[in-house]
């Protein structure tokens, strides 16, 4: 007979639990019997969809995390948040300018932040968010693209600023505007996009589509992977 | 001598000329400018409630910065952080005033900062270009002068910011002489006018821009009055309203005569004869060259 885990107290959605321990937030909503048709994606961290507040006990600090990574402790009080009604401008990216100008138009609110740095403390990414914002607010719009790559826009940081700016969104638009207008242009790019339309992998992708599972199986785990 | 620089937003978007300029003949002179690693918007504009201590987080931030430069060896023994932006030295005398007097607005800071960065402990000095080259001597800086600003008639208008409540003013609030000795030592004439100190209209320019007109005509027709050729100013919203409102004021109106307008490190440059692209004359919206060139300065 396995070994009983231990249990461990928790309030999901204001009701006292029993999950197992190690249970992140997400394993432990399922186990208590919810049902989750919003806030959870790719269950691995990288999707950001699962963006939750939460409390432990004993501390007054409201914390944020992704319920897919942050691991439940005794006591803890989580609340699920389904989704982050943010403002999103719709744009053209081809109208655009990769200038401070930019987020002027369409998001004016990034010139009220007042360097509180709370978005940052709130990422669960540990990017330096303040420092993205400030970096768009003096048009350097590369540095922005740089420092906020590795967002995946779970809203935390919009939810607790005070200045009510929508970072990701200002993000999301830098690294846009980035790979548009100021990335160093790639020939090998080209090139490459030139050779498929050429037609120099139809064979191969023929030979793909006429395959079995198990073979394709086989050949996806035993390819080599290059990593220059 | 290398000095902490805080260069704040606006000289990285519409006043590059600033900066360029500033930097190009500071260092002529052998005053290096580090620019802080890491800075935020300064704060503007700075706010005088007393209990709005969460406006305040971002100046302390960048005091922070030049704490740490001294931690790190990056400078010696150097408190001082060099400001260009009239609006920008200002907002952070303001706060750091309000850090140095006021130990519990200051400990409050520190606490809502805490296990983020050190403490501030209220020993960064802010200080403007115009104050370290007092403190260089305008003899000095006459001597380094390679191309005099002969016959060039200066108006210097100092407007809000440099003189502002007094207690951050870089000199006398109803009678200052600084800029004017500045223009001397770089051998041109200092116009004596009225119209220096007077306000330009400010942020009026987003949404009551017929104040703005009228405020800066005022000033332009002062300037013309007393016979300067050239406005030098040290705010780059002053000089977005005299430069870009005047040029305004000149497509409504074709005979209206216009006055260029320098930021005063541009003129700094000219007498140090450094080459004019390194002073970014071409970010200036009323045509910085046709007096220099008439008066065979450029």
């Not at chain 1, 790979?179 to 023929?206: C, H, M, N, T, W």
């Not at chain 2, 800071?109 to 805490?114: E, K, L, P, Q």
């Amino acid at each position: 007979m396995s070994e009983k885990r231990k249990m461990l107290k928790v309030y999901l959605a204001g009701e006292l639990f029993d999950v197992p321990e190690g249970s992140t937030i997400m394993m432990a909503f399922e186990y208590a019997g919810f049902q989750l048709k919003h806030g959870v994606g790719c269950r691995e961290g990288y999707c950001g969809a699962c963006a939750t507040i939460y409390r432990e006990k004993g501390d007054y600090k409201l914390k944020g995390g992704l319920a897919c990574q942050t691991v439940v402790t005794d006591g803890m009080t989580i609340a699920q948040i389904p989704f982050v009604p943010a403002e999103k401008p719709i744009y053209d990216l081809t109208e655009l300018t990769p200038d401070v100008s930019t987020f002027t138009e369409l998001f004016p609110a990034v010139f009220r932040c007042v360097s509180c740095n709370t978005c940052t403390k709130a990422c669960p990414q540990d990017i330096e968010v303040m420092d993205y914002i400030q970096a768009i607010i003096r048009g350097d719009i590369a540095r922005a693209a740089d420092i906020s790559f590795d967002c995946i826009r779970c809203g935390l940081c919009a939810m607790r600023c005070p200045a009510e700016i929508v970072q990701y969104n200002n993000a999301t638009l830098a690294r846009r505007l980035y790979g548009r207008y100021l990335a160093k242009k790639s020939p090998e790019l080209d090139k490459r996009v030139q050779e498929i339309e050429d037609g120099k992998f139809d064979e191969q992708i023929r030979e793909l589509n006429e395959m079995e599972k198990e073979e394709l199986s086989k050949i996806y785990f035993d390819r080599e992977i290059k990593i220059s | 001598m290398k000095i902490p620089y805080f260069p704040g937003c606006t000289l990285k978007t519409t006043a590059k000329n600033f900066e360029l300029s500033a930097i190009a003949s500071a260092k002529k002179i052998g005053i290096e400018f580090i620019e802080l690693d890491r800075w935020n918007c300064c704060g503007v504009v700075s706010s005088l409630t007393s209990d709005d201590l969460m406006k305040h987080l971002a100046p302390v931030r960048n005091f922070l910065r030049v704490q740490e430069m001294n931690k790190q060896g990056i400078v010696e023994n150097e408190n001082r952080m060099i400001t260009l932006c009239s609006m920008c030295y200002n907002t952070l005398s303001l706060s750091n005033q309000r850090m140095k007097e006021n130990a519990d607005d200051l400990q409050k800071i520190n606490d809502f900062m805490h296990r983020e960065d050190d403490d501030y402990k209220g020993d960064v000095d802010v200080v403007h270009f115009l104050s370290i080259l007092e403190e260089y001597g305008f003899d000095k800086l006459a001597q380094k002068v390679t191309k005099p600003l002969k016959d060039l008639k200066v108006a210097s208008y100092y407007g809000c910011t440099l003189l502002r409540p007094k207690s951050v003013g870089i000199d006398d609030t109803e009678d200052p002489k600084i800029l004017e000795k500045f223009v001397e030592s770089l051998g041109a004439e200092a116009v004596d006018w009225d119209a220096k100190s007077r306000c330009c209209g400010s942020y009026h320019t987003v949404n009551n821009i017929d104040i703005v007109y009228r405020l800066v005509q005022g000033i332009i027709d002062d300037a013309k009055k007393n016979g300067a050729d050239a406005i030098i100013t040290s705010c780059p919203l002053c000089a977005f309203n005299l430069d870009v409102r005047q040029s305004e004021i000149k497509e409504k109106n074709s005979d209206y005569q216009t006055i260029p307008i320098y930021y005063f490190t541009q003129l700094m440059g000219i007498a140090l004869e450094i080459d004019k692209i390194e002073l970014g004359l071409e970010f200036n919206k009323i045509d910085p060259e046709i007096i220099l060139t008439k008066l065979n300065l450029l």
